[in-house]
Nanobody, 122 residues
Framework: QEQLEESGGGLVQAGGSLRLSCATS????????MGWYRQAPGKQRELVAS???????NYAASVKGRFTISRDRATNTVNLQMNSLKVEDTAIYYC????????????????WGQGTQVTVSS
């Protein structure tokens, strides 16, 4: 089974910073779009940021300018640097891998981490 190992969550005061990391296998990491999603109580899971295999990034409007997603190809790790955290950033954050199929006829695959809690206090 492909495993996404998340770390870096915790409790932080508003205005502070956290850095989340997601370790993947080389097979998953090399060709996949990697993303961070989050789910707050009573809300649907939403995309926070993603980075393609080619290095293109996109961000939710609510985090643009505050969060930065990056890939560390030496360690097959995707990181999310979160600065200027707000109380509304409180959620469980999930790492996600969108893996392209080996052939056009095959289906895409996706993998989820188990989530890491981020709590921002006022």
């Amino acid at each position: 089974q492909e495993q996404l190992e998340e770390s870096g969550g915790g409790l932080v005061q508003a205005g502070g910073s956290l850095r989340l990391s997601c370790a993947t296998s080389g097979r998953v990491f090399k060709f996949s779009t990697m993303g961070w999603y989050r789910q707050a109580p009573g809300k649907q899971r939403e995309l926070v940021a993603s980075v393609s295999s080619g290095g293109n990034t996109n961000y939710a409007a609510s985090v643009k300018g505050r969060f930065t997603i990056s890939r560390d190809r030496a360690t097959n790790t995707v990181n999310l640097q979160m600065n200027s955290l707000k109380v509304e950033d409180t959620a469980i954050y999930y790492c996600h891998a969108d893996v392209p199929p080996p052939t056009i006829e095959a289906s895409r695959s996706e993998y989820w981490g188990q989530g890491t809690q981020v709590t921002v206090s006022s």
